[in-house]
């Protein structure tokens, strides 16, 4: 591995981690430095919604109104790059605690990311929630059976 793959894998680490503090912390214009502008992020097999960056962050300030804490925690990244292009699959666990009665749940899921050089650094250029297992989710909360697996 070379000084520029070194660089590149720790970059897109921390655009990763950039991703769950704003998620956390709700602060969703941070989003626009984490995604490109046309990023097409795809959380239908977790909690049915696809759409471009200003859709997502819209949804993710009203469905998160009802959680009153959050805790992204990805781990075992694999990355693979190639020039100015990446992909990615990474591990995230979520424990959220529901304001109403304080409802304790998780979610276990991988990230699936496209990810892009550009002149202000790394950005995930695509971000698909594959899930794989959840824990204490009310029945409200459920999704039907997920679609087809996509290929690594």
């Given amino acids: 591995m070379n000084l520029q793959e070194i660089s590149d894998r720790m970059e897109i680490q921390d655009l990763m981690v950039a991703y769950c503090y704003a998620i956390d ?37 009203e469905s998160l109104g009802q959680i ?44 699936r990311d496209e990810f892009v050089r550009t002149d202000q650094g790394w950005r995930i250029s695509s971000r698909y929630e594959e899930n794989s297992w959840r ?7 459920t999704m039907p059976s997920p679609p087809e697996r996509h290929p690594v």
């Fill in 135 to 141: 824990f204490n989710v009310p029945e409200a909360l």
């Fill in 25 to 61: 912390h709700r602060d969703y214009e941070a989003l626009d430095q984490v995604f490109t502008a046309d990023a097409v992020i795809d959380y239908s097999e977790m909690v049915g919604v696809k759409g471009d960056l200003p859709t997502i962050k819209a949804f993710l300030s």
């Fill in 68 to 111: 009153s804490a959050c805790q992204h925690i990805i781990s075992t990244s694999q990355i693979k790059i190639d020039g100015d292009r990446a992909s990615g699959r990474t591990i995230c666990t979520n424990p959220m605690v529901v304001r109403e009665g304080q409802h304790f749940l998780m979610f276990g899921l991988w990230y």
